[in-house]
């Protein structure tokens, strides 16, 4: 995990540098809100990425951001199995992310596949997410 | 209260305007982290003031900061009456501030008087306050 | 609303503080973080009432927080309609809140009913919100 | 303004209303944390908008989200007068906008304009940003 | 210490994890407010707890949350000594945690002992706290 | 890096702890808003320093503020070097801090100055740092 605190960089500049480390191959980046000296309210920059990518990743924060620094550090990772099923829908088929560990199991619907079945057929994102995890259900009772 | 919201602003510049608003007799100045479109974490701006001052506020926000627009409203208040006391501590003598309303008494010793002995005594702040509060609290027993 | 910025609050007195308003018969309590000044992290205490209890919360307040004023203000709501149902589950009973507004409706399993059941059956919550969930889906198609 | 407090909301379904809010019209739309009852972290979806929208703007917010009800409230404006102006810069042509009240008068490059030659030219975002203000500032001393 | 970022979770879902995860041994749960990705407001979930524990608590973070990856570290720890000591308030007896490290000691009365006084003599919490600091302050100088 | 959870402080008093810990010479202290358990907002503070100075910084933490413990882990840094620049503007003379690493340079007007003509020319902040970064971007090209 790379970590920068920048004080003085604009939100517009960060939301430029979020979408310039996920195109560089970043796992995650997130920001947190800060209070630092001097009565400045700040943003944390934090990005995970592979150990190998740290060099390029930490110049992109060099170049993009102000700060004259970053501190990094390496986090171990449990991740769960993950494999893709598809179900049908009333709104059209969807993709599930299936996560597997040990015996935990859990499905979650494609943020977008669910964003552009609920635009096609004119019903809330919930409506076309929950008809998913619901499809994904029976067909486990199916089995 | 005057508010605006900052996503092309520094945490640095917002210090400064702070300072700026306070000097010009803000009743209070805070910062709230928000989270604004395109992925920019921001930060808005609150002003309590007089309504008269509403202009001149105003314009120091627009003179300082980004913002080309700010939003305003008025709200009520209901204050406590205050007045102040002084108690001998074994660091020396702290001003308390005394709110009333109704039934309803206060007791808060002054942050700059605290600082100060706990500076001189080299002991922590929050022996200083404590002290200051249990001062208080006996000299109101033997009334 | 009610509002109040405390800066010489401790976290534990605000939890303490929000179960009070809340037995009070406050609408809703909620805390957000802002940033005073002289450094000073701080938290904005709001609270959500009838017009009418505004003088009750105002006190619980003035004689549980220690700020010496609160600042308050109307604001106007729109709510939707809202009953209740039950459905069956793999795991027991639960009670769903329908909120229906012009030709919306939604339903939320209630939070303690699938808490009970979660712990009793020794599955996820998410589980057994979602079974809710697709209960009360088939149900509506059955109709 | 149009605010409502979430705490039966994901982060995922969040991105998505405040697409569609900005989509339908809404003049900004933000995301507070806050943190509400029974120790749930929660976000406070606020919008701004044209009065007369508000009535499509509420109904975005109830199908959309898990709320079952919305506060609003008018607040008065001073916004600054807006104009565009386009300077060279060795990157490229950049509009920047002219915000003017009263004496003051401040001048923002257009933020697509710069990430666009930014990744044109393979420099830092901010590079053109102050290469366009310094252009603009030059344009001036030349009038 | 175990960490994951939850984008999409409900605060109901995050007030239930964290009950859960005290319950099984952690010996702190915390959430911090992150913005991820997409627009997405995001709570980030932080666990302190014995490494001995990490598989367990692993295990109740991929159960109840959405998450399909956690990541943790070992952070080393100085801690104070504590042990109890109880005094005599107007209110009743409270219960004192006594903190030393080197020449440092502080006193910190117990929460739960100060909710119930409070409530029993109908007093502000501060009020009975603060009784139990000056008794404890008392005691120490008839040492 | 040292932590630590702070749920019984106020506001005030870690304004307090932020100044002493900077006198100290800690290299960057800041406040993170958290959330703990029994509804509590808090704040998480953090402080970054050289190694050596763990047991000095962390005695200060443990007097100055509730924490019964502290927990602390070495981060690896990546810093830019620094040197330092004049410049002239119409307001005076700046100095800018310049920063390279690898390819990479950039410049940062110092806060302190920019303050002082900004006040002293009565012009706003941004102004003076906008125009410092123009004169040093000038004195490249003539270079």
Redesign the interface.
């Given at each position: 995990?790379i970590?920068a605190?920048?004080?003085?960089?604009?939100?517009?500049?960060?939301?430029?540098?979020?979408?310039q480390l996920?195109d560089a191959g970043a796992f995650?980046?997130?920001?947190?809100?800060?209070?630092?000296?001097?009565?400045?309210?700040?943003?944390?920059l934090?990005v995970?990425g592979d150990p190998q990518a740290r060099e390029s990743l930490?110049?992109i924060i060099?170049?993009?951001t102000?700060t004259?620094?970053?501190?990094?550090?390496?986090?171990?990772?449990?991740?769960?199995r993950?494999h893709f099923i598809e179900v049908q829908t009333t709104f059209g088929a969807v993709q599930l992310?299936v996560?597997t560990?040990?015996d935990?199991e859990?499905k979650?619907p494609e943020?977008a596949d669910c964003?552009r079945l609920?635009k096609q057929s004119q019903v809330?994102?919930?409506t076309v997410?929950?008809?998913a995890?619901?499809a994904a259900?029976q067909a486990d009772k199916e089995c």
């Open positions: 995990m970590e605190n920048l004080d003085d960089q604009t939100g517009e500049g960060l939301g430029y540098v979020m979408a996920l995650d980046v997130y920001f947190t809100p800060i209070q630092m000296k001097k009565n400045r309210p700040a943003t944390k934090s995970l930490t110049k060099l170049v993009e102000s004259v620094g970053v501190r990094y550090q390496t986090w171990q990772r449990t991740i769960m993950r992310k996560a560990y040990d935990i859990k979650t943020y964003v609920a809330p994102f919930m997410y929950q008809a995890l619901a259900d």
